[in-house]
């Protein structure tokens, strides 16, 4: 997909961050972007605002955990659009917290978020793509889905799964000339860390506890973009990205080790216990 031109594309999570950057990158190329996100209102101010700089670009409602709403919503796309071309799962929720304080109802909220509104794209767009016998899904994970995460075992969960899941459907769809690709970044400066499930942990101090300058947002968007140009199995963002995911594969004890060290820091942020 080097040509992004008139190319027909929904992003979930549109409204802010990862998605609405993305968004506006391949809008910039000349895509039609239909920005979804739960809050319909910010996806209808962040469509409206880049419109205002002539680009391409649609907002809609969608809670990604809701799989009717999500069939809907794509349906409605294709009968106005004729196809989708490129589907960006990126809805999802961050948590902060060790495994031993955090409640059932978070780990639900998490996964639900972040896997099941991943299955619940790919069970809506993939039957699309199939008839066209082409199409691209993307879904983001993080670096998170690639190593062990102390500190936020549901988001890791919930990211490792949506690794798992985009690369069988990767090796499936591939027959049917549906592409597919797992972005994984690190540390990228977005209203997440704004938004996040904190369990018993304060959450400014866990914020400054993070061990590098968060990468702007715009410039995570251009390099997934080229990624997703490049065909990209695995779509890294970031140094810290890249350097985990090394450092686990080739020394896996001395990566748990330093993950161990590096809960001190985290534990000075509970509030309780």
């Known amino acids: 997909m080097t040509d992004l031109a008139g190319r ?6 549109g409204a802010s961050g990862i998605g609405r950057a993305v968004g506006t990158v391949l809008a910039a190329r000349g895509a039609r972007v239909w920005l979804a996100d739960k809050n319909g209102a910010a996806a209808d101010g962040a469509a409206a605002e880049l419109r205002g700089r002539g680009l391409d670009v649609a907002g809609v409602t969608l809670d990604v955990t809701d799989a009717g709403a999500f069939v809907r919503v794509v349906d409605e796309l294709v009968a106005r659009e004729g196809r989708i071309d490129l589907a960006f799962n990126n809805a999802g929720v961050a948590v902060g917290g060790e495994i031993r304080d955090t409640p059932l109802e ?4 998490v996964l639900e978020v972040n896997l099941m509104g991943v299955v619940h794209g790919v069970h809506a767009v993939y039957p699309h793509m ?3 016998r082409s199409g691209r899904i993307v879904n983001t994970a993080s670096m998170a889905g690639l190593i062990p995460f102390p500190g936020g075992a549901p988001y890791a969960v919930s990211k490792h799964g949506v690794v798992a899941l985009s690369t069988a459907l990767r090796a499936e769809a591939h027959h049917f000339g549906v592409r597919v690709s797992v972005v994984c970044p690190g540390f990228i400066a977005t209203p997440i860390y704004d938004s996040a499930i904190y369990v018993n942990v304060d959450r400014a101090k866990v914020i400054d506890a993070i061990p590098v300058t968060p990468i702007p947002v715009e410039r995570c968007a251009e390099i997934i973009v080229r990624g997703i140009e490049r065909d990209r199995r695995i779509i890294l963002v970031g140094a810290s990205a890249w350097m985990g995911w090394w450092f686990w594969r080739a020394f896996p004890g001395a990566f748990l080790r ?8 985290f534990r000075r942020a509970r509030l309780s216990g």
């Open 106 to 109: 978070v780990w639900r909220r």
């Open 258 to 265: 330093i993950a161990e060290r590096s809960l001190g820091t």
């Open 130 to 132: 199939l008839r066209q």
């Open 8 to 13: 027909i594309v929904l992003i979930t999570g």
